[in-house]
Nanobody, 120 residues
């Protein structure tokens, strides 16, 4: 399974960005797809995940501002991020796994990451 993330960039605080991640290859192996992020000098953290059936799970900071969605026909997930804050600045990674989980170690497949920079 290969994951290709895109959509990062620079935005001012309060702005919005939409990230995309497309899976290719043996996509039958995956159920959940997720977003993680890693800020400079910090550990990577879970953001949100969505199952093939549309069940979602969010980290607390993402609730109300971020929305994860999925297009199964295109093996693609999206992360709509609104009201962005400087503390959202990070490299955002997409990941895929057979199960819906927030645990990083459970994810077998990872994309290359896309930079999101929020300026104040």
């Amino acid at each position: 399974v290969q994951l290709q993330a895109s959509g990062g960039g620079g935005v001012q605080a309060g702005g919005s960005l939409r990230l995309s991640c497309t899976a290719s290859g043996s996509t039958f192996k995956i159920n959940a797809m997720a977003w993680f992020r890693q800020a400079a000098g910090k550990e990577r953290e879970f953001v949100a995940a969505v199952s093939r059936t549309g069940n979602t799970h969010y980290k607390e900071f993402a609730k109300g501002r971020f929305t994860i969605s999925r297009d199964n026909a295109k093996n693609t997930i999206f992360l709509q991020m609104n009201d962005l804050k400087p503390e959202d600045t990070a490299v955002y990674y997409c990941a895929a796994d057979p199960a819906l989980t927030a645990y990083e170690y459970r994810y077998d497949y990872w994309g290359q990451g896309t930079q999101v920079t929020v300026s104040s």
